[in-house]
């Protein structure tokens, strides 16, 4: 029975995936006063990319056909292993951190060879963009979760997690500084917008929406949705680090979760709007800074155990 | 909490390292300052009289309000300084210099205090904070950052203070202060003369001057 109900969290936070991304740019657009398009609208175009016919470029070999449904899956099975809210999730073991870092990039590694396999000169660039920012995005993610893990013992996601406890003010800055990292994180991993801008197509400065510029059909069907799941990904994972709860209840837990979400979806519309994009070479830097920010707290933590 | 505290003072020296605009310098020179106030008041809260309010009223009005105001008003706007900070090194390589000595502090305050009476966390972050002052008074070239950068170290020095003597000798604090205030203030007028005469605010320029 509880098997059935975690699939069915799951399902839900699958199925609802294109909608967070709908309500941030819904949010966004009236932020700087403008209507803007339905919340829906990303199902809309997924449905309409859905019906469409997949193309290859001639010079493309099997990898173009592959790497779309590798990139996918591994970004599903990535979901499995995140906590989502209170629940437990549905593949959970000791090291499970290692892998969900792990699953997110081969999906990203797939994305790359993806872009580069179809031969043209410009998705290579975006590909080597993509790899370079990747470069200094991990250390964030094992800096921050590293001293997580370090701190409390634990090695599994859901263990650390709920191994979080609000209590003892210092712990709770430690705890908000590394959601700030993580935060940090999500907008360079799922390209919003001081990083990378989803809404221009300029050849100059795309990132992401470079390497998939010649992809049509079901294979872009599948890396949009892969896109709209990794932001979810990212924006559970970053609110899952205020869940103070502990909650046993469903019902509440479904709430906490839901008020969290919406506070970051509060403060990613906010930076969104408020910054305009770095520039390329200044990215580096800023990821940098995310990291030694996890470097600092795991510095504190570890060293002034008390 | 007090931890709390000196962790947002390490913060606040990594956006120093990452950031490139005067006006940021001086800002989070201004929250240094701010956290000082709080950092000093947060043990007397138990026991509050005029002669302890001192010495943390004075690091408010001198750190907080005076030295910033006279730097904003008297030199970044009156002589129209440009707000981009050149740096001898790249900025990348600045803040992983900072990152990596930061590491290399936070270790060696850890060995050496271990069985010293000293509250480690503040004296990490103050050695940090005198540590990244001297980088930036070393790899910047304005003069007026230079000054930022020996308060950051000043600041350093401060806290290093508070960590190391838990009774401050405040007497010399208080005089240090006032050192502190006539240095900017004799560089300010030191800026204006030299910026009256010959138009540069950088160090590399300084030695074209003759008599």
């Not at chain 2, 105001?69 to 990348?92: A, M």
Request: aromatic content about 14%; some cysteine; proline content about 3%.
């Amino acid at each position: 029975m509880e098997i059935l109900s975690k699939i069915l969290i799951y399902l839900i936070f699958i199925f609802a995936a294109p909608l967070f991304i709908g309500i941030v740019n819904k949010l966004k657009a009236r932020l700087t006063g403008r209507i803007g398009p339905s919340i829906f609208q990303s199902y809309y175009d997924l449905r309409r990319l859905m019906r469409k016919e997949t193309i290859y470029a001639t010079s493309a070999s099997f990898i173009s056909r592959v790497s779309p449904v590798v990139s996918f899956a591994s970004i599903l099975f990535a979901g499995m292993i995140l906590p989502i809210g209170f629940t437990r999730p549905l593949i959970s073991f000791n090291g499970d951190l290692i892998l969900f870092a792990y699953l997110l990039g081969l999906s990203r590694f797939f994305q790359i060879l993806g872009a580069m396999d179809i031969g043209s000169s410009f998705e290579g660039m975006g590909a080597a963009r993509e790899a370079t920012f990747a470069v200094f995005a991990e250390p964030i993610y094992f800096f921050t979760l590293g001293s997580l893990a370090f701190i409390f013992g634990q090695t599994s996601m859901y263990e650390i997690f709920h191994s979080i406890t609000l209590n003892d003010p210092s712990f709770l800055v430690f705890i908000a500084v590394a959601s700030i990292s993580v935060f940090f994180l999500m907008i360079t991993e799922t390209s919003r917008m001081p990083v990378d801008d989803p809404n221009t197509h300029l050849e100059l400065t795309m990132i992401h929406e470079v390497m998939i510029l010649d992809n049509s059909g079901q294979d872009l069907f599948l890396y949009q949705y892969s896109a709209y799941l990794k932001i979810l990904i990212y924006a559970t994972f970053t609110s899952n680090f205020f869940n103070p709860f502990n909650a046993q209840n469903y019902a509440l837990g479904f709430f906490v979760y839901l008020a969290v979400m919406m506070a970051l979806i509060a403060c990613l519309v906010w930076v969104e709007t408020m910054l305009g994009r770095f520039k390329m070479k200044s990215i580096p830097q800023y990821l940098l800074f995310a990291a030694s920010i996890g470097i600092l707290n795991l510095l504190i933590y570890s060293f002034f155990k008390r | 909490m007090g931890n709390v505290l000196n962790i947002l003072f390490c913060l606040s020296l990594l956006y120093l390292a990452t950031t490139t605009r005067v006006t940021a310098y001086l800002k989070v020179f201004v929250l240094q300052s701010i956290l000082l106030f709080f950092i000093v008041m947060l043990p007397l809260l138990n026991h509050i009289s005029v002669f302890t309010l001192l010495l943390p009223l004075t690091i408010l009005v001198v750190k907080a309000i005076l030295i910033p105001w006279y730097i904003r008003k008297k030199i970044i706007y009156e002589l129209e300084i440009n707000t981009t900070i050149e740096s001898n090194i790249q900025q990348f390589n600045f803040l992983l210099l900072s990152v990596f000595s930061m590491v290399a502090v936070f270790v060696f305050c850890n060995i050496i205090t271990k069985d010293a009476a000293v509250a480690p966390i503040p004296f990490s972050a103050a050695f940090s904070s005198v540590v990244i002052g001297l980088y930036v008074i070393i790899f910047r070239k304005k003069l007026i950052v230079h000054v930022i950068g020996f308060l950051v170290m000043e600041n350093g020095i401060f806290l290093l203070g508070i960590a190391v003597a838990s009774e401050m000798p405040f007497l010399i604090e208080l005089g240090m202060l006032l050192d502190i205030f006539v240095v900017v203030f004799l560089m300010g007028i030191a800026i204006n003369r030299i910026s009256s005469t010959f138009a540069a605010d950088e160090v590399s320029a300084l030695d074209k001057l003759k008599n």
